[in-house]
């Protein structure tokens, strides 16, 4: 590309392709940063062809608009493929070279192969099913041919119309990003449509105005000079209220920048022509037909546009594109640090944070209940500890009735020998009684038990199910949950309630079932060695010999009821006296099983408490990588904004470089 001399600006072509480079690379580190890798690329895109020096204009426009024919009249020769149905299927790129050429590059890789010029048209056009389905598999046809605008790196690009249909209008679209200027082609008998207006805006967005030319063509079928001039100034009309449109929304309607931009942009520059008169008039050597055709004047133009001003236009259009990337990257990092401020994740955490403290409410609640149950349940147990001793006086007397004792037994050193042998008989009998006893007393401390089970059942499903919720907020799902309460205390019953109570009361007392029911036995029978104060001595023998037998008879008796009344003397004081004492125990007792209820409760606190530190501590780390993220936009907004603002005035200076 042939650098004009810089004008008297302080701005040099080399120091504007410098700054514009160097803004590049930062923009494409900030878009790789932000995980925008399509705007990545398309940034090292852009770097890639400032420093190829290439400059590439395509000719775009709707269907049938005579862009084909507007090229081959630039070539002097019908090259490219054109008819009166839509015909261009790929993009076909014309570029300088000696002898003329066609190579074909396919899609995805798949090679590129020389033709002939003659065989173009067998792999660009949509004119049978046959060529639109080769045409499909090629990336693009590349022209060699010796046209003088093209000598020095500028290639020009023959686009599919727009609007005949969607994957086209997706090729031309395309290719957008990857031009430094476009040449818009209008048909004179329908001059600038909807949605060419349309059109417009997205190549004011990509370039900018000055890199934009708009070519009416088809003027020849507009025979009245005056017709033509009138429709290229409506044209011109139509161009300019669309980019004041533009600007309106862009910078606001009559801001400083609005008319900056205005002025920046100037003119729209508007060409009529012929494309087929022109085309014509150089094949057939009709110097009249070619002058007539308005060609010549484009020409010219073009000569300077593309050859002298091309490397300032794609400077230009360069500029621009870095400014739409600043953009572009502004936006994105407002939007994320308006989304890293932490109160969003904040709030989540409080409703989740108010949700288990609910939840420690209900616990503190359903260990109240289960505590209150307690009183009653002793009040309800207490009647089987009071009839104990008339319990054990009963099987005491049963016991004591029919005693073995002799004769023999009289003689006092035998006596000790005959109360031991009863005692022995006697607290084997009140220890199966009192174990009998003892497993009431266990049985209906069980069902005592039965509403505390229930409340604590109640309020396992809701801690679960609070906790699920509270793990699945704070953690990724994959995580395996935790073993539910419900399940750890009696297996999943569903809606079975009287079996799930049961197994709640079951799994909860079980592992102390054989301790409590040692402790009841205790607590129901005797002390070891409860009679050793019993003392019993036979009646002395007296009174005549021959009576002896009568008289031993009278003696075994009262020994059999001083042995009995003694004993049961003995257990009446012995059980009397230990009561009160039984009594405690048996509170304690029942404290302690109700306890066993209060210590599940007391550990689904403690989990609770675990589970809200947790939140805690997440949500402090949250705030913290918010705040980072929220400074990293930031820092990264902030040099984003430097670069756009250089670009600008860059562009201006540009812009400036350009009218003088
Ligand atoms: N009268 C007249 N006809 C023209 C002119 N330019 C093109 N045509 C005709 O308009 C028809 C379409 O021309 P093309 O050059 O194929 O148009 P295109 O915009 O390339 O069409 P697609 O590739 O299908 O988008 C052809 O029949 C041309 O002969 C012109 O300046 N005057
Ligand atoms: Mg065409």
Sequence with gaps: ??????????????????????????????????????????????????????FTIAVVGEFKRGKSTFINALLGQEILPADVAPTSATLNRVTYGLKPAVKVV???????????????????????????????????????????????????????????????????????????AAILVILATSPFSQSEAAFLESLLLEYGLGSVLFVVTAIDRLPQPKDRDR????????????????????????????????????????FGISGHDALTGKVTHDGELLAA?????????????????????????????????CETLEKETARRRAAAVPAASGAEADSLDALLRALEWLAQDAARRVDDLRPGALERLRPRLQALPEVLRGAAEKALERLDVQAADLEPDRVPGVLAACRARLDERLQMVSAQVAQGV????????????????VFAGTFDRVMAHARSALAPPSKTPPLPMVARLGGDHGFERRAAVEAVLHTTLDESAPLRRTALTELLSLPRGWADGVEIRAVQPSGPKFARKAVDLYRVEKLKSDVKAGLLRELALQVEKSMS????????EVADTFSVFGREIEQTLEKIGEQREEIRTKRQKRAAAAEQEGRRMEEMGHEIRGIRDRSQVLARELSA????
Excluded: W
């Design 293 to 325: 055709s308005r060609l010549p004047e484009l020409e010219a133009f073009l000569e300077r546009f593309l050859t002298k001003e091309s490397a300032l236009v794609a400077l230009r259009t360069h500029t621009e594109r870095v400014v739409g990337i």
């Design 106 to 180: 396919f899609k995805e890789g798949r090679g590129e192969h020389f033709v002939e010029i003659g065989q173009l048209a067998d792999y660009v056009t949509k004119l049978t099913p046959e060529a639109e389905a080769l045409a499909s598999t090629v990336e693009e046809a590349v022209v060699y041919y010796p046209v003088p605008f093209c000598k020095n790196n500028v290639d020009i690009i023959d686009t599919p119309g727009l609007s005949d249909d969607v994957a086209m209008t997706k090729v031309t679209l395309g290719i957008l990003s990857r031009v430094d």
């Design 657 to 660: 470089l350009g009218a003088a």
């Design 231 to 270: 429709i290229l100034s409506t044209v011109s009309d139509r161009v300019s209220s669309r980019i004041r449109q533009h600007a309106a929304v862009h910078f606001g309607d009559g801001t400083e920048a609005y008319h900056d931009y205005l002025r920046r942009v100037g003119e729209p520059r508007v």
């Design 442 to 457: 266990y049985e209906e401390l069980t069902a005592q038990c039965r509403p505390a089970a229930e409340e604590l059942l």
């Design 1 to 54: 590309m042939t650098m004009p001399a810089p004008p008297s600006s302080f701005v040099t072509y080399r120091q504007a392709e410098f700054a514009l480079v160097a803004g590049l690379e930062r923009l494409y580190a900030l878009a790789a940063g932000l995980g925008l890798s399509d705007l990545a690329r398309q940034v090292h895109e852009a770097r890639t062809r400032i420093e190829q020096h290439r």
């Design 581 to 588: 004492a039984r009594d405690q125990a048996l509170g304690r």
